[in-house]
């Protein structure tokens, strides 16, 4: 059974500071890995998608790699702001355990909190 | 507005009643799913439907009934509410292929008492 694992569950750092939050699974077979950002009382953004071909994506100032034989993907931030502060949560689609067709596999997050 | 509106934002209800927690989305997306968020268990799939008049169970689908008549919507009804349903509940949507970005609705939050 496909299990996603985020540690630390929660990260606090100084303003400017470039950081990496961190994600592992268990099973390789996955279409793709994403990075999703949610906001306290607020639903799910997602931020990227690394396909399982893929090595890395990038969006302005986060860039997220997948280590597809590791089972390790990690996102990076780069010069974080207070506007950062969120849970961000991974996710894999598998291959197998095609029953429930495109359901993804949470991480339970990590909370990042950003101080001025 | 375009995107995925769920209603309720909030909801209190009681035991044994039943409740039905709404989900519009506008973009025509196919896949259509339902989460429920709880600390320590992270988010787990309730029900998905690939297509209208398809639909699917997930993780935790005991207690909840989902119908899916229109593309754009997919209502989940609990039908005995449990206090053990007390969960925040999200809506989500996507595109028919393997790698189509997930969107989410702004969640429902439901207190069983």
């Known amino acids: 059974k496909q299990e996603v694992t985020q540690i630390p569950a929660a990260l606090s750092v100084p303003e400017g500071e470039n950081l990496v939050l961190n994600c592992s699974f268990t099973d390789s077979a996955i279409y793709n890995l994403q990075w999703f950002r949610q906001d306290p009382g607020k639903g799910l953004t997602s931020l990227l998608l690394?396909?399982?071909?893929?090595r890395e994506q990038t969006s302005g100032r986060l860039n997220a790699s997948l280590d597809k034989s590791s089972g390790r993907s990690t996102l990076y931030i780069a010069a974080s702001q207070p506007g950062d502060s969120a849970t961000y949560l991974c996710a894999v689609r598998p291959q197998k355990y095609g029953g429930s067709q495109g359901n993804l596999i949470f991480g339970k997050g990590t909370k990042l909190s950003v101080k001025p | 507005d375009a995107g995925i509106t769920q209603s309720p934002r909030y909801k209190i209800t009681e035991t044994g009643r039943q409740v039905t927690l709404m989900c519009h989305q506008t973009?025509?997306?196919?896949?259509m799913f339902w989460y429920r968020q709880d600390l320590g268990h992270g988010l787990r799939l309730i029900y998905y439907s690939a297509a209208a008049d398809i639909t699917d169970k997930g993780e935790v689908p005991d207690g909840y009934v989902v119908s899916r008549s229109k593309t754009e919507n997919f209502p989940l009804t609990l039908e005995s509410a449990t206090r053990s349903q007390t969960s925040v509940y999200f809506c989500a949507s996507r595109l028919t292929g393997a790698n189509e970005k997930l969107f989410f609705g702004s969640g429902t939050q439901l207190s069983v008492l």
């Open positions: 690394i396909q399982s071909s893929q």
């Open positions: 973009w025509s997306h196919s896949y």
